[in-house]
């Protein structure tokens, strides 16, 4: 296993030298994304200024305060707590994001699925999964809320993140046919095989 810190943005040839059980961590720039932003950009061809070429994006809709805009809050957003939200939900839109967009790292919670892991190995791109519970330690990684786009979904917006020592953040799925996911799923059943053969019960 090892550790990669990347600045984003990154090339294809960096995400597909990630393998499941490497750590990464994130410098630079980030992008917020969730449901409600999905639907607007893919079923309702909405379009982005943002540049997602070679980018992490995060599952997350955040908490934020409006301020007046100034030097610290350019985009007059103030962070309040940005955590992650459970990643499934959004499956449907992971080939798109990337051939559309090119992004290359989705971050999120509870993994993602064959779609994905598929969209992953042919396009080349990763998951990196977040733990529940930790959305104070990352809004601690989160410099800056730097702009925003599509800001009537708010607080689903499209939002551009300045960040620095983003991680460590396990890769979960990678570009190889490899998920986390998977191979818990398949130790889970086989250790269940094993009790219930155990006791007779199969």
């Known amino acids: 296993m090892a550790h990669y810190d ?45 540049d997602l070429n070679g980018h992490a994006v995060i599952h997350t809709a955040p908490n934020v305060r409006k301020v007046p805009v100034s030097e610290e809050y350019p985009a007059g957003y103030q962070s309040v707590c940005i955590g992650t939200t459970t990643s499934s939900r959004m499956e449907r839109f992971t ?4 051939e559309q967009y090119g992004v290359r790292i989705i971050i ?41 786009d599509l800001d009537d979904l708010n607080p689903e917006s499209l939002w551009k993140f300045r960040i620095r020592d983003f991680g460590p953040l396990l890769v979960a799925m990678d570009s190889h046919d490899n998920s986390l996911y998977d191979e818990v799923n398949s130790e889970v059943q086989s250790r269940r095989d094993a009790v219930l053969a155990s006791l007779g019960a199969n």
Do not use: N
């Open 95 to 98: 080939r798109q994001l990337i």
């Open 108 to 148: 999120g919670k509870g993994g993602m699925h064959e779609g994905s892991k598929q969209a992953f190995k042919d396009l080349g791109g990763v998951y990196l999964g977040i733990v529940g519970g930790t959305a104070a330690l990352e809004t601690t990684w989160i410099e800056q809320i730097e702009d925003v």
């Open 6 to 50: 990347l600045t984003m943005p990154i090339t294809e040839e960096q995400v597909r030298a990630l393998r499941v059980g490497d750590t990464v961590t994130l410098q630079q720039t980030l992008y917020g994304i969730r449901d409600a932003t999905y639907i607007a950009m893919f079923d309702h061809q909405r379009k982005t200024r943002f």
